[in-house]
């Protein structure tokens, strides 16, 4: 929600589709810059605010825009009624600024459903057991309107962003890059943890938990976007869905360690005992017999891991440690992977034909990421677009 | 509640009672100018809001402040939390914008008292049976203060307000007017209902019902201010406490009506069905042997009021119906009138001597009111202020 344009917009959207005949719940998110102004003013008062006072002025963005929309749903002669997460009951767990969502009592909501009315919800909150208002961090809209879905078991649950659906790729990297009608739920598990930014996570992971039919489409334009299924057996699948990447990511290596068994385990435990995630790990051995260990971390967790690393480095009689925040992550997604070989070395040939050297390596069921300098991203991208034809129609 | 400052000076003046070992609960009203900016952006989106949406808009003044003002005694050291309306169940009618309270849980903010922490609570809004979001209308936050003070038996309630207390008379027309130390409730009533800013009747009608004492302080300046009390035993009762005038009335009458039974009801029947309010009323019967009648309504009204006695006019035949916008009650105020004899020719006494003719009288038991014409107002005040040795400390 940006503006009263914005918002005028949406409106004129809902009534249109109500007026079609279909039952809908509206959840939406604070209008723009009002989660930046409302942050400010809590500094200005107060430079580390209590999180649970935090939540409590957050959750007046979204609720300003409740009320907005509804009056402007009424304005066009469609009857609507606004809710805070407190009053659907959107339940969470009481860890303020990233709560989760338990659950939604949707007993009210469907009477207003049965009685004709447009149910618009604020996203982004809800309450803790102690009716404390909670809020749910990036992305927290996305994850109430799947958890609203979730509830009333709806037919489709609508994601409205900047972008018009889920591409083959990044279209500023890619001209050729084509918007995907379908993609599977974990393939877009994968995308949206590898980097790409049109939904977060958590939002998927929870349509999947509860096989919401996801549609991710543009508040701008008209179209149908992309749809997010559940079906695995497509009559016949893409070996390769979409090519993601990711540069807030930074590499760190120890060199020159005995090479004993709990290695992984007595260089990375300090690391995650300080809440820093790794992601793409890799350990090798020497010419010289001595073992060395790569792993990446969250560019802003560089910092802090690299002291943790020469902490250890310094126990474990380590020969030294390397640190590298000029890396990017480049992955080729689709679960068509299963039941086709040669997908890596399709990747690693197209890669080497660009004169690209890969640092490391991750696979898993669906996917194949690997870490290059970041110089190299878009090359990457463009060059595995081609080789996998993904400019192609299907 | 205006600016950041004005919190952070709330703030200050909290923590520092609170650490004299007071148990707090803070009622906050929106940051100005909050209010109009939140109407101002339902307007731009329908000319006519649903009155429901717009009590969802605008409690969103009041939540903001609650959160900044628990941020601000958290810096200070001073464990605060902050609750909604809905959260601390002030459960009110469904009168959107408008609504009356009807009972508050106080179990909540017991609990966090007995903790020893400060409770901050929204002014002005409340939830109905239903949940729904509910605003208070004017004077709100000043009834929510004094219904939280009912609820939980508090020693006192004090309302901050942009003047530091009662005065024997609107400091700007008399310079001699002397703040009052103590009021009686009934006079407070009484004065409030007359026109004076200082309080809204129905947040004084609230703490009378409970019994509540009440104090009106400066936000700005320090001071005791007033407190309305309850005790009609004091050693010594003023004869009169304040002087208030009201130029928000106008007056209309209906002359040459024949002289029957039944004739106020006949008038100013249809004036009540249209819900306009009439307050002075003076009958009397001219040499002719024809009846007038003469009211006052809001200023408002009058236009309305005005064309209604047209039509009965008619009806009852009577001779002509005259207005006049250009008047002002003036009332002087004091329990001290039902134990002394002497005040109203007193009053009478004085305003004839500056030469202001009477138009209309009214009394109550601790009231005098007098209409005049409304260039008289403040020659009338200072007259009267004078008569009445108001100027004297006692």
Chains 1, 2 share one sequence.
Do not use: W
Not at 284 to 307: I, K, Q, S
């Amino acid at each position: 929600m940006g503006t009263i344009e914005r918002i005028n917009a949406v409106a004129d959207r809902v009534s249109e589709t109500h007026r079609g005949g279909d039952s809908l719940v509206i959840v939406v998110s604070a209008m723009s810059g009002e989660t930046n102004r409302l942050t400010d003013l809590a500094h200005q008062i107060n430079p580390k605010p209590p999180a649970r006072e935090m939540d409590v002025l957050l959750a007046t963005g979204e609720q300003v825009t409740i009320a907005l929309l509804s009056m402007a749903l009424a304005f066009r002669g469609c009857d609507a009624r606004s809710y805070t997460g407190g009053q659907v009951h959107i339940r969470t767990d009481a860890v303020y600024g990233k709560a989760r969502i338990l659950d939604i009592d949707d007993a009210r909501v469907r009477r207003d459903l049965a009685a004709g009315r447009v149910v618009v919800v604020a996203g982004f909150q809800g309450v803790d057991e102690g009716s404390n208002i909670t809020t749910l961090g990036r992305g927290g809209s996305d994850t109430t309107a799947v958890a609203m879905a979730a509830a009333l078991r709806a037919d489709e649950c609508r994601i409205y962003t900047d972008v018009d659906g889920v591409y083959t790729a990044d279209p500023r990297v890619v001209p050729e890059a084509r918007r995907l009608d379908r993609i599977t739920f974990e393939e877009m598990l994968e995308l949206a943890s590898l980097g790409s930014k049109v939904l977060q996570t958590r939002s998927v992971e929870f349509a999947g938990k509860y096989k919401v039919p996801l549609r991710v489409l543009s508040s701008f334009e008209p179209g149908t976007g992309t749809l997010i299924s559940y079906e695995e057996k497509a009559v016949e699948q893409p070996l390769i869905s979409g090519i993601a990447y990711d540069k807030d990511e930074a590499k760190l290596s120890i060199r020159g360690i005995p090479d004993e068994p709990g290695i992984a385990h007595r260089v990375l435990g300090p690391v995650s005992d300080a809440h820093i995630n790794v992601d793409v790990i890799l350990q090798n051995v020497g010419e010289d017999g001595m073992a060395n260990l790569t792993f990446t971390v969250h560019r802003n967790d560089y910092r802090l891991a690299r002291e943790i690393l020469e902490k250890t480095a310094v126990e474990m009689r380590a020969q030294r440690v390397d640190g590298d925040e000029n890396i990017a992550k480049i992955s080729v997604v689709g679960v068509g992977m299963r039941s086709h070989a040669g997908v890596a070395s399709r990747m690693f040939k197209s890669l080497s034909e660009e004169g690209i050297n890969i640092l490391m390596i991750a696979t898993s069921e669906i996917k194949i990421s690997v870490v290059v300098e970041d110089k190299y991203t878009e090359l990457a991208v463009r060059a595995l677009h081609r080789a996998f034809e993904l400019d192609q129609p299907r």
